[in-house]
């Protein structure tokens, strides 16, 4: 019989694999990021942020000529002209979806829930006006519209109340979120783990939470093989 072994998938992403460590055995941050560095590697991620960056290009009339093309054009002192009819379609359909907005309702099961509902309608109605609902929507449509990707949140703020508020927000794709693949459904519950990254220099990080100095730097030591110190 032939011994089956083992391979550990950090190798593939390039990571340094701890030889004390073992896979089943390692963190959770540094899972989290053999993970989230896999998902950036598959070609799924890889493409869409090309796309994404093209089709703004092509929306915005910057993306129609590949900057080689065009510098070998201008070098040659030939004209490089733009007709951007994608834009003005666009901002047809964008008009549709402001022209057609509606007020959020929540709908009773039965009779006996209609009181409730009524409650929740108004709810919905604060909230929505509380956190300019109808603009953060329309900035997710026309986002979507564009690259055809987009997410929305809806989280608990505390920047201006102790006892929180809530937000809503458009979140870019995957400029801001990634998630892992495959996945089904569109509220993403089926998926592994979702990423909500952002690159930042760890003294800017230190400095902005300076109270959780030691804690920020045992994170980035669990996850690297730098002292965060020595950086």
Partial sequence: MREVQSVDPRGATGEATPQHVP????TVPQRMKRM????????????LRGNVALDFGYYTGSGQWEPSIKKEAQDAKKPTLTFNHIRPTCQVIFGLERINRYDPKAAPTEESDVGV???????????????????????????????????????????REIQGEIGFSTVRVPEDLMWATPWRRYDLQDTRAMWRHRWVDVDELVALHSKHREAILEALAAVSTIDPRDT
């Fill in 23 to 26: 896979y089943r055995q390692e």
């Fill in 117 to 159: 509902a009524d409650v929740f309608t108004r709810l919905l109605k604060k909230t929505h006006q509380d956190t300019n609902a109808e603009y953060v929507l329309t900035d997710g449509f026309e986002d979507g519209t564009i690259c055809g990707v987009v997410a929305y949140e809806m989280p608990i703020d505390y920047s």
């Fill in 36 to 47: 989230f560095r896999e998902e950036w590697d598959k070609p799924f991620w890889r493409d």
